[in-house]
């Protein structure tokens, strides 16, 4: 174990690039797959016909893939029908697409344990279908969906990783670089990006739970 080598000025700053990429990668695609799968969860909790059922056959396809499929199908297989995409948008829009199904459900299920007397008494004051969801439902529905999305988020950070597969030059495919230098570095530079994955997805659970906390 070689830790003054493996801790040299050029190797950590290979593997902070990496830590960057793969914190950008996972900010993007949390964006993208929180708004995506919130319109998704509630159009398919108003039950509108049709729309509502094609959306969930759509949800249901993607969630029973690996998403190391969907990293693939995004990468290799797109180009074969004129869409080109580079490494990084390919990465982001696979994760983005694979969590906004994971979240939709997430979404519908907050929205659907919300007392249906609550909805009925608004309706009953003159809301509209839309007005009742936007106004009452979704607000108390989100306070009980913070902890399972923060959990999805969580878990979005950690599958940047799955993206070495098609070379993102994330955190994980840098430290691989790293140690295949010397593999004295290996334990060194594992536990380097340990500690990193582990300071990101506290410092999330702990937002989470002060959010949480402050709702209730």
Do not use: C
């Given at each position: 174990?070689?830790?003054?080598?493996?801790?040299?000025?050029?190797?950590?700053?290979?593997?902070?690039?990496?830590?960057?990429?793969?914190?950008?990668?996972?900010?993007?695609?949390?964006?993208?797959?929180?708004?995506?799968?919130?319109?998704?969860?509630?159009l398919?909790?108003?039950?509108?016909?049709?729309?509502?059922?094609?959306?969930?056959?759509?949800?249901?396809?993607?969630?029973?893939?690996?998403?190391?499929?969907?990293?693939?199908?995004?990468?290799?297989?797109?180009?074969?029908?004129?869409v080109?995409?580079?490494?990084?948008?390919?990465?982001?829009?696979?994760l983005?697409?694979?969590?906004?199904?994971?979240?939709?459900?997430?979404?519908?299920?907050?929205?659907?344990?919300?007392?249906?007397?609550?909805?009925?008494?608004?309706?009953?004051?003159?809301?509209?279908?839309?007005?009742?969801?936007?106004?009452?439902?979704?607000?108390?529905g989100?306070?009980?969906?913070?902890?399972?999305?923060?959990?999805?988020?969580?878990?979005?950070?950690?599958?940047?990783?799955?993206?070495?597969?098609?070379?993102?030059?994330?955190?994980?495919?840098?430290?691989?670089i790293?140690?295949?230098?010397?593999?004295?570095?290996?334990?060194?530079?594992?536990?380097?990006?340990?500690?990193?994955?582990?300071?990101?997805?506290?410092?999330?659970?702990?937002?989470?739970?002060?959010?949480?906390?402050?709702?209730?």
């Open positions: 174990m070689d830790i003054a080598g493996a801790f040299s000025y050029h190797n950590l700053i290979f593997i902070l690039k990496g830590f960057g990429i793969t914190l950008w990668v996972a900010f993007v695609a949390i964006v993208l797959s929180f708004a995506l799968g919130s319109i998704t969860g509630t398919r909790y108003m039950r509108i016909p049709v729309l509502s059922r094609i959306l969930g056959g759509l949800v249901e396809l993607i969630r029973n893939l690996p998403l190391l499929l969907i990293l693939f199908f995004t990468y290799f297989a797109m180009p074969d029908v004129g080109k995409l580079g490494v990084m948008s390919s990465a982001i829009i696979g983005a697409v694979f969590e906004a199904a994971m979240i939709s459900e997430i979404v519908r299920s907050g929205l659907t344990s919300i007392p249906r007397g609550q909805i009925e008494a608004a309706r009953s004051s003159g809301l509209t279908a839309a007005q009742t969801v936007w106004h009452i439902v979704l607000p108390q989100l306070r009980r969906m913070v902890p399972p999305i923060v959990s999805q988020f969580i878990s979005l950070l950690k599958d940047t990783s799955l993206a070495i597969v098609i070379s993102l030059p994330e955190l994980m495919h840098n430290a691989k790293v140690i295949a230098q010397n593999f004295n570095y290996t334990l060194p530079i594992l536990a380097l990006v340990a500690v990193l994955y582990f300071a990101v997805n506290y410092a999330l659970s702990l937002a989470a739970k002060r959010l949480e906390n402050k709702w209730v």
